[in-house]
């Protein structure tokens, strides 16, 4: 069974940049998460997808942060513009039950 | 707000021995608890978890103890191995969501040295 999938797997960019990053959940997991983790903290639940609907999006900061999940399988996460702070690792994840499977994740620095 | 929280940063532990991680949290809401391992330049990847229900989860060199009066849980590694060196994650989450979201602890880093 493949896992889940993440890219880019690195992306340098410079603030006031935009950045797009993609994942391909596993195969059937009708839910999708994004997670920031940054330096010496645990991942943080961005947003949450239930197929291709949003159930919940508190912690995504909406004035930059945007991710959509067409039809229901891969996602999109995009920050425009980039600000220092968002220099992190994101992380996706998807899951059938309560079991939740990471990708990767994309390493995001930001100069 | 904090809800979970892994007050030791790092553990250093001799191969063979045993390595006990702990994780407290404050939302007596929890009732679902997971353990987290991950590599460098990789995702975490799930290890153990407990409900509320029980008080110890065991899996081959991993057990998993939950106190819910003390609203705190720890991971035991017995005997730890040079390849249980990386950092471990508590989660906790509320199964009557059925969201499963998952709130993270900062983790702790182990280091199992030969």
């Known amino acids: 069974e493949a896992g889940v999938a993440q890219s880019p797997r690195y992306k340098i960019i410079e603030k006031r940049q935009s950045v797009a990053f993609w994942c391909n959940p596993i195969?059937?997991?009708?839910?999708l998460y994004w997670y920031q983790q940054i330096l010496g903290q645990g991942p943080k639940l961005l947003i949450q997808?239930?197929?291709?609907?949003?159930?919940?999006d508190s912690q995504l900061p909406k004035d930059r942060f945007s991710a959509e999940r067409l039809k229901g399988v891969d996602s999109t996460l995009k920050i425009q513009p980039a600000k220092l702070e968002d220099s992190a690792v994101y992380l996706c994840a998807s899951s059938q039950y309560n079991e939740q499977f990471f990708g990767p994740g994309t390493r995001l620095t930001v100069l | 707000d904090q809800q979970v929280k892994q007050n030791s940063p790092s553990l250093s532990v001799q191969e063979g021995r045993i390595s006990i991680l702990n994780c407290d949290y404050t939302?007596?809401?929890?009732?679902?608890f997971l353990w987290y391992k991950k590599y460098p330049a990789e995702g975490p990847t799930f290890l153990i978890s407990?409900?509320?229900?029980?008080d110890k989860n065991e899996d081959g060199r991993f057990t998993v103890f939950l106190n819910k009066s003390a609203k705190h849980l720890s991971l035991h590694i017995v005997p730890s191995q040079p390849g249980d060196s990386a950092v471990y994650f508590c989660?906790?989450?509320?199964?009557?969501?059925?969201?499963?979201?998952?709130?993270f602890g900062a983790g702790t880093t182990v280091t199992v040295r030969a």
């Open positions: 997808f239930q197929n291709n609907g949003v159930v919940d």
């Open positions: 195969s059937g997991h009708a839910t």
């Open positions: 939302n007596s809401m929890f009732d679902y």
């Open positions: 989660a906790a989450s509320r199964s009557i969501s059925n969201d499963y979201k998952l709130s």
């Open positions: 407990i409900s509320s229900i029980k």
